[in-house]
């Protein structure tokens, strides 16, 4: 049956009368008799019967009425909650990113987001770069930041911020602050770095490699910050985004390692699915972030 047909049914119910109906949904009663009669005659049975002050449900139009008046509510709410989505007044953004991208990229601009549409909720997955992109490809986020070299055909890929890659240490490696240093040096050097499954430290050991350094770190940690703590207590040299030691380095507390080479840059980048078809809240945080 056209769902239109239980629209002019429920009307009839709720009013009482064809009359009541017709005014209700601004059409004309012959209109509204000639609806309920297809719809009676496609049911099988009389859905109301004449009263002394217009029309009154039968036994089997009261079960069809509790039915659809308990759908037509649910539709009724579905196009609310529609529109609320549409209007940012209510959906959810689902966001990956790394501890490097939230802290030093993306965290003012979810506050911004936050302030503007405080309804929709934010989902941030935490993880790094290939974890975010495994998420994005399964569909388990609407995009995602994460540091470069990103390499897949596939994926929107926009860059939105520098980042570079450093050595830096501690008072214990004073005698090599404000010297070009080669790249040999860290075979002697007792080496921080992050775990092999991050894109800083993939890059770090491709580019070490072309100079003919293979590193063989002393710690493997699974953060940043925690390898700026091993190199403030002088454990060893850390390999970082310098972003994670600049409050230090200001301080005087720690120091850059200069090189004869510097590391090539890299850097943020926004991540989607090519083609994607994005919800209204996940649009709109893009956006910003474009």
Do not use: W
């Not at 490696?173 to 993939?202: A, D, M, W």
Request: aromatic fraction near 10%.
């Amino acid at each position: 049956m056209n769902l239109e047909y239980y629209r002019i049914f429920y009307e009839v119910a709720r009013a009482g009368s064809i009359t009541g109906a017709a005014a209700k949904l601004c059409i004309s009663q012959p209109a509204v008799s000639q609806t309920i009669k297809q719809l009676e005659e496609g049911l099988g049975s009389p859905l109301f019967v004449r009263a002394s002050k217009g029309v009154r449900l039968t036994m089997e139009g009261e079960v069809l009425f509790s039915y659809v008046k308990k759908g037509l509510f649910e539709i009724q709410a579905g196009e609310e909650a529609f529109r609320s989505m549409i209007s940012l007044e209510q959906g959810e953004v689902r966001i990956g990113a790394s501890d490097m991208t939230l802290r030093f990229y993306l965290l003012p601009y979810l506050e911004e987001f936050h302030a503007k549409y405080p309804s929709v909720r934010v989902q941030v997955t935490n993880g790094p770069t290939p974890e975010t992109l495994r998420f994005l490809k399964e569909g388990r986020i609407d995009f995602g930041i994460v540091s470069s070299p990103v390499r897949d055909a596939d994926l929107f890929v926009r860059p939105v911020r520098k980042l570079k890659d450093t050595f830096v240490a501690g008072s214990r490696f004073i005698h090599l602050k404000g010297k070009k240093l080669p790249y040999q040096v860290l075979n002697e050097l007792p080496v921080i770095c992050l775990e092999q499954n991050t894109s800083t430290r993939t890059c770090a050991d491709a580019y070490l490699a072309g100079v003919g350094i293979s590193l063989k770190p002393e710690f493997e940690l699974a953060t940043s910050d925690m390898i700026v703590q091993f190199v403030l207590r002088n454990l060893g040299v850390g390999l970082v985004v310098e972003d994670f030691a600049k409050e230090y380095v200001n301080a005087g507390e720690l120091f850059y390692l200069e090189f004869e080479r510097e590391f090539p840059e890299r850097e943020f980048c926004i991540v989607a699915r090519g083609r994607q078809v994005m919800s209204k809240a996940a649009g709109a945080l893009l956006g910003m972030l474009l």
